[in-house]
């Protein structure tokens, strides 16, 4: 069945997105080194407000493994599997990295120009807080995340600090294909049923309010994943499903709110309005310039700068400090832009050489066989050629027919915003 034309190329500016938030994460690391004024702008808004690009992030991954897997359903071990391809090679890297850091003391003491009171990056040398083969195992099964500080501290951030989102990530995609089937919609607008878990998740936090829950456990996060998941859904459809969309996000933003979840409620706010600029023409337009072709470039590679930033970062701190001994201006001078390159370039060479083949592989390996898994069937009486296609979905609940929305193909091509290889983090 085609699909209908509207929809098409309109995730372009989410993935546009990514790359600005993995490029704002990047300022936020390097800019407590800088001996900048942090209490005055802009240096203040880099500081305190690291946190809520990871927010975001958390809901485009939502938004994007939804609209693959009402696109492509598969089996939850093939999904698994899939992901599994697309983010453990660039990852694998990223730890190498870190292990090269493991041993290296950070060279705080030659930065004079550094306000010692100011923030800084926990964790850079973990020997005191649990063997090296420890840590490298929660990393490599992404348990360092669920893992609690009162058992190990720093076990979230000690190689890759940013890889504490992925421990999250992972949680959520145990949990996402029955969390989509779960939301479905009927006639394009998503089922009560949605609002069951969006309740449910965002009392969460509270409930599990414990030192025995690590700070990267999904609860803290789940109502970010499901709200991303609605904006998947209603993205494409009549203003009345997307204005369901707009009012889970008020939802979510005042029970954000009400918890103290300030960083969760910045989060939604920058959500909710580039989703809201993603569905007008002139963004689509924008894109098609330079600035914005820039723009999906740091969206195509932002994976891989939001995981390899930090060892990179530490690398070149330590290695300008060791060689140059220079002071305040030659020292920001040479590692603000070798820094800033090294992270891109890096980040450029593993999307390409990296991730884009691994995802490839992934896929070939995950591809459901002919004649099992997702077969076209009858659509629900009334619902239209144009309303959507009925898939039968393969999550362990045979048989049972659901109307999934029918999604661009174009947002599925790397060409169109690189959504075959932006699913989650980067």
Wanted: with cysteine.
């Amino acid at each position: 069945m085609t699909p209908p034309p509207a929809g098409a190329g309109r995730t372009r500016l989410l993935d546009a997105l990514r790359g600005l938030l993995a490029s704002w994460v990047l300022l936020h690391h390097m800019v407590v080194y800088t001996g900048f004024d942090l209490n005055a702008l802009p240096w203040r808004l880099l500081v305190r407000h690291g946190q809520e690009p990871v927010a975001v992030f958390f809901v485009l991954s939502g938004f994007a493994i939804a609209r693959s897997l009402f696109a492509r359903p598969q089996p939850l071990p093939s999904f698994l599997l899939a992901r599994v391809w697309r983010i453990y090679p660039v990852y694998v890297i990223a730890l190498a990295l870190g292990v090269a850091t493991w041993w290296l003391a950070p060279p705080l003491a030659r930065m004079p120009w550094r306000d010692p009171a100011g923030p800084h990056l926990e964790h850079w040398s973990a020997r005191q807080v649990g063997p090296l083969w420890l840590h490298l195992l929660l990393h490599l099964t992404q348990l360092h995340g669920l893992l609690p500080g009162a058992f190990l501290p720093g076990a979230d951030t000690t190689l890759v600090p940013t890889a504490w989102s992925l421990s999250t990530e992972f949680q959520f995609y145990l949990l996402a294909p029955a969390l989509c089937w779960l939301v479905l919609p009927r006639r394009g607008v998503p089922r009560l049923a949605s609002w069951a878990i969006l309740a449910v998740a965002l009392v969460l936090p509270d409930l599990l309010r414990s030192p025995l829950i690590s700070f990267a456990n999904l609860a803290g996060y789940l109502d970010l994943f499901v709200l991303g998941i609605l904006g998947a859904i209603t993205h494409d459809g009549r203003w009345r499903a997307r204005l369901v969309h707009v009012l889970a996000a008020l939802v979510v933003l005042a029970g954000a709110l009400a918890g103290g979840r300030v960083v969760v409620a910045n989060g939604v706010v920058v959500w909710l309005g580039f989703w809201g600029l993603s569905l007008l023409p002139a963004a689509e337009r924008w894109l098609d310039h330079p600035a914005g072709r820039l723009a999906l470039w740091a969206g195509a590679i932002s994976y891989p700068l939001y995981i390899v930033q930090m060892p990179v970062l530490r690398l070149s701190l330590v290695a300008t400090l060791g060689v140059l001994h220079p002071g305040h201006g030659l020292f920001l001078a040479v590692w603000l832009p070798v820094t800033f390159g090294l992270c891109f370039g890096l980040a450029a060479v593993l999307h390409r050489y990296v991730e884009v083949p691994g995802t490839r592989h992934g896929k070939r390996l995950a591809r459901v066989p002919q004649g099992r898994g997702a077969r076209p069937c009858l659509a629900h009486p009334g619902d239209g050629p144009a309303s959507g296609v009925a898939w039968r979905m393969p999550f362990g609940l045979a048989g049972t027919a659901r109307t999934l929305p029918v999604l661009p193909p174009r947002d599925l091509r790397p060409g169109a915003g690189a959504a075959e290889t932006q699913s989650d983090l980067g």
